[in-house]
T-cell receptor, first 114, second 114 residues
Framework: DGGITQSPKYLFRKEGQNVTLSCEQN?????MYWYRQDPGQGLRLIYY???????QKGDIAEGYSVSREKKESFPLTVTSAQKNPTAFYLC?????????????FGDGTRLSIL | GEDVEQSLFLSVREGDSSVINCTYT??????LYWYKQEPGAGLQLLTY?????DMKQDQRLTVLLNKKDKHLSLRIADTQTGDSAIYFC??????????????FGKGTKLSVIP
């Protein structure tokens, strides 16, 4: 079955530590996205990528970094510069270049601070 | 800038109809989407409507679009306890070079009372 896999489901970060969230898709989608979800805040876009080796900042990129070395993979690193990282992180993917371009989501990673 | 607004909570009795409302601001929206999020999970695409339509029906779901008022609604007929979830409205906007970004509302939490 095609889909998006996020891992781990739960992640804990110590103060001053960087952590990396994994996102893999086998839908052959060109575009991938990372969102942060806080209670009552909806989804906020962190980074997105429309093609391998290229990515753009979203609305809340500070304290985060990404890479897109392969079409299937778009890992997100939460750096120690992100002072309030506790949230639910969602990865999504979509086709690119068409008007009908719904995003398909993974099951999320919940990040907490120790 | 774009903004999508939804009421945060809705409570209905099992068997009644639920109506979830959404307003958006960008008149150049192409597609509008409804997503469902169950606890601890990612977003699942429920249905969508193209901006030149005013209604779309899909089994128990009816989407109504009033483009003049920039108002979108999702009606769920014969609401079941399994429909309890958060529902997100999203508008798709052409951000140039073949890219269509989604802007999400903050979500409406639907609670179904048995």
């Amino acid at each position: 079955d095609g889909g998006i896999t996020q891992s781990p489901k739960y992640l804990f970060r110590k103060e001053g530590q960087n952590v990396t969230l994994s996102c893999e898709q086998n839908l052959n989608h060109d575009a991938m996205y990372w969102y942060r979800q806080d209670p009552g805040q909806g989804l906020r876009l962190i980074y997105y990528s429309q093609i391998v080796n290229d990515f753009q900042k979203g609305d809340i990129a500070e304290g985060y970094s990404v890479s897109r070395e392969k079409k299937e993979s778009f890992p997100l690193t939460v750096t120690s510069a992100q002072k309030n990282p506790t949230a639910f992180y969602l990865c999504a993917s979509s086709t690119f270049g068409q008007r009908f371009q719904p995003q398909h989501f993974g099951d999320g990673t919940r990040l907490s601070i120790l | 800038g774009e903004d999508v607004e939804q009421s945060l909570f809705l409570s209905v009795r099992e068997g009644d109809s639920s109506v979830i409302n959404c307003t958006y601001t960008d008149s150049s929206s192409t597609y509008l989407y409804w997503y469902k999020q169950e606890p601890g999970a990612g977003l699942q695409l429920l249905t969508y409507i193209f901006s030149n339509m005013d209604m779309k029906q899909d089994q128990r779901l009816t989407v109504l679009l009033n483009k003049k008022d920039k108002h979108l609604s999702l009606r769920i007929a014969d609401t079941q306890t399994g429909d309890s979830a958060i529902y997100f409205c999203a508008e798709s906007i052409n951000s140039g070079a073949g890219s269509y970004q989604l802007t999400f509302g903050k979500g409406t939490k639907l609670s179904v009372i048995p």
